[in-house]
């Protein structure tokens, strides 16, 4: 097992330059977005691009979703934003990343200056959530919920018993409205002490390129995170995108959205199983958009792949994987088709 992972390498790496034209499965944004009706609430917003953003329709809107005052969110350029945030201002002891998960929590909180403990979840038992292996002292845990890359959901009580007097427990949901029902979910909790929970509408609704996210948390760390933040940090067509996003008929389309990915996902599945005798496995039950595989030699597997047209995540910069592991985003059918025939050459 590699000791140096590189932490900043994300999925869109693999399809930039000579990426650019493969089939993507590295990264995880919906493909098919955003909406037609979603592109023309945000052009609508460029008509007030003079004045300068005002967050607080926005900021309620969100609120009301989860069931919150507005005093308990704070919306944020992406989820990316709030780790940022979280290790600049938190005056933390000893910090904990609960691994594999998305490695931008802990690169942000290594860049503030803090030594950042791992709990590396185990192959062997799934990639789940043993609340004892944290350590008992930790002063912040991180984990995600469902987990990027594992596809792992995580069951609510499980996080939600890692929260101590004294402990700030962050909780990334960025792929949370891809879960149908989003059961197992935390966001809107007010029972649990130190709860943060990180959401992102870049994901289901294709806005990567827009950055737009927020954090849901008491008041008064919200209060603590927003002096950290610049002036105006989210921009108009942004915050016309968080209002847009979580009314009752996109929420609606969020909902059936997740119920094709679950029946996308499980087709893809089913098709990578046929590869069980080449020696692939697959991290399953996913309940994610992506599913983590592990397949001998992957680093060439994707290379070839590559020369297919296809483009793939590696699994080797997430701490507590390795070199055989791939990640791959849930597409819809006519495509998992044709990365199986690929991937059946390959591996022929």
């Known amino acids: 097992m590699r000791t140096e992972h590189d932490l900043r390498h994300h999925g869109d790496a693999e399809v930039r330059d000579d990426g650019a034209k493969l089939v993507d499965l590295a990264v995880n944004v919906r493909a098919g977005t955003p909406p037609a009706w979603l592109r023309e609430r945000i052009a609508g917003s460029l008509d007030t691009l003079a004045a300068y953003p005002d967050g607080r329709a926005a900021r309620e809107a969100v609120a009301a979703r989860h069931g919150l005052e507005p005093g308990r969110v704070l919306l944020t350029a992406g989820a ?130 827009l950055r737009i996210g927020y954090v849901l948390a008491a008041p008064e760390l919200i209060a603590e995170l927003e002096r950290a933040q610049p002036l105006w940090p989210v921009s108009t067509p942004a915050l016309a995108a968080a209002r847009a996003c979580v009314e009752p008929a996109a929420l609606a389309e969020a909902g059936h959205a997740a119920h094709r990915i679950a029946a996308d996902r499980a087709y893809l599945v089913a098709g990578l199983s046929a590869f069980a005798g080449a020696g692939l496995r697959v991290v399953t039950p996913a309940e994610g958009p992506f599913v983590l595989v592990r397949v001998p030699g992957a680093t060439e597997v994707r290379r070839r792949l590559r020369e297919l047209g296809w483009a793939v995540r590696r699994g080797d910069t997430f701490p507590g994987l390795d070199e055989d592991w791939l990640r791959l985003a849930v597409r819809d059918r006519a495509t998992a088709d044709g990365f199986l025939g690929a991937l059946g050459a390959v591996l022929a």
């Open 80 to 209: 990316a934003e709030a780790f940022v945030l979280l290790a600049r201002a938190l005056r933390v002891r000893r910090p904990v990343v609960v691994h594999p998960q998305f490695t931008e929590p802990e690169a942000a909180l290594r860049d503030a200056g803090h030594a950042v403990g791992r709990v590396l979840l185990r192959e062997a038992d799934g990639f789940r959530l043993d609340p004892a292996a944290v350590p008992e002292d930790a002063d912040l845990v991180v984990i995600g919920n469902p987990t990027n890359p594992t596809s792992v959901l995580h069951p609510a009580e499980a996080i939600a018993a890692l929260a101590r007097p004294g402990r700030t427990l962050v909780v990334d949901e960025a792929f949370m409205d891809a879960v149908p029902g989003e059961r197992e979910a935390l966001a809107g909790r007010t029972d649990v002490p130190g709860l943060v929970v990180l959401r992102s509408l870049t994901k289901t609704w294709g806005l990567a390129g």
